[in-house]
């Protein structure tokens, strides 16, 4: 068990509709990153936050949205959703923000979009 | 920006035989970090190399930073069916040599086991 959870396990959800994704990260880790996995293809990196501020941004679609709150948990919004947006969605956590210490990865939220 | 680049992309190896995958960075990195993903999980950390040329072991792994701090190695010896699974580098982004993020994966080797 890593620590990171994430919410929910699967979803499965039709074209044009929006939903968000949770993941609350282990405790007293500050950072939390979010990347996309695709079949049999390698993580991309989506967004991170630090203490409740963007860190940094990857290849992340306009119709795709997240934050973390006070409470350092993390939402991913995707809306608009499309076919292409099916995949398996992690989220990470770290204690810096500076990508120089190890990340813990949640169990992942298998989006299917039909 | 920063590109990390694995390969080789898949590996079919017997019980028994080494394995070993490459992990190239377009920019120099602060530390670089490895992940294996068993299939039908999630990455698990693994090990993270700091220094130039640093030499890391965990039983069969080996892992290598190069001097440049722009590549770097897993070696597995001997494997076993419980090696299988995808294994990823992974660095962060950088600018003016202050790591700000942005951990950035290979697209990972995905590796199968005959027994």
């Known amino acids: 068990d890593s620590g990171v959870t994430q919410t929910p396990k699967h979803l499965i959800t039709a074209t044009g509709q929006r939903v968000t994704l949770r993941c609350s990260p282990r405790?007293?880790?500050?950072?939390v990153y979010w990347y996309q996995q695709s079949l049999d293809q390698g993580l991309q990196f989506l967004i991170q936050?630090?203490?409740?501020?963007?860190?940094a941004k990857g290849n992340i679609l306009e119709r795709f949205s997240a934050q973390q709150f006070p409470d350092l948990h993390s939402e991913l919004n995707l809306s608009s959703l499309e076919l292409g947006d099916s995949a398996l969605y992690f989220c990470?956590?770290?204690?810096?923000?500076?990508?120089?210490?190890?990340?813990?990865f949640g169990q992942g939220t298998r989006l299917t979009v039909v | 920006g920063q590109q990390v680049m694995q390969i080789p992309q898949y590996q079919h190896v017997q019980e028994g035989e080494d394995f070993t995958t490459y992990c190239n960075s377009s920019?120099?990195?602060?530390?670089i970090q490895w992940y294996k993903q068993r299939p039908g999980g999630h990455p698990v950390f693994l090990i993270q190399?700091?220094?130039?040329?640093e030499v890391k072991k965990q039983k069969r792994l080996t892992f290598q930073f190069g001097e440049a701090k722009k590549n770097s190695s897993l070696h597995i010896t001997a494997t076993q069916t419980t090696d299988v699974g995808t294994y990823f580098c992974?660095?962060?982004?950088?600018?003016?040599?202050?790591?700000?993020?942005?951990?950035?994966f290979g697209q990972g080797t995905i590796l199968t086991v005959h027994p």
């Open positions: 990470a956590s770290s204690v810096d923000g500076g990508g120089n210490t190890e990340a813990f």
């Open positions: 405790s007293g880790d500050l950072s």
């Open positions: 936050y630090y203490n409740g501020e963007e860190r």
């Open positions: 920019t120099t990195l602060s530390n």
């Open positions: 190399l700091v220094k130039s040329g």
């Open positions: 992974a660095g962060p982004s950088n600018a003016g040599g202050t790591s700000y993020g942005k951990l950035t």
